[in-house]
């Protein structure tokens, strides 16, 4: 698990060291890294089988896929990931759970599309710090600069 805690450690200290907006967009990437990258539960692999599971395997095979990425709702996703873990997620970055839903309904159909550029699910040992560092930095400049 260190390995872990340090690339979330070290995603997020690199996002938030752009101060201002970037410290909230930092805790939310964080937030997303560890969605994709928790051991535990699977990694990314295994958080697409939970929206298979809850019925929105169309939705998450359109953020894999190269076609348009289908949008979720914060309910959908409140769903997906239920209560107790988004609580937890919410208290991680100061927000509230509904709040944090919404913002993560933006942007981690993002995150998973730039993580899965050909269309394939990376193996696990794939997702290598620099490679997920680089790729959810290309995405909070995007966010950051539609502000």
Known sequence: MSLFDSLVGQVAGALNAGGGNGGQAGGLMGVVTQLLTDPQHGGLQGLIQTFEQQGLGQVVASWVGTGQNLPISAEQLSAVLGSEKLQGLAQQVGLNPQELTGQLAQWLPQAVDHLTPQGQVP????????????????????FLGQG
Request: avoid cysteine; aromatic fraction near 0%; charged fraction near 15%.
């Open 123 to 142: 193996e696990a040992a794939a997702l290598q710090p620099d490679a997920l560092q680089g790729a959810l930095g290309g995405l909070l400049g995007k």
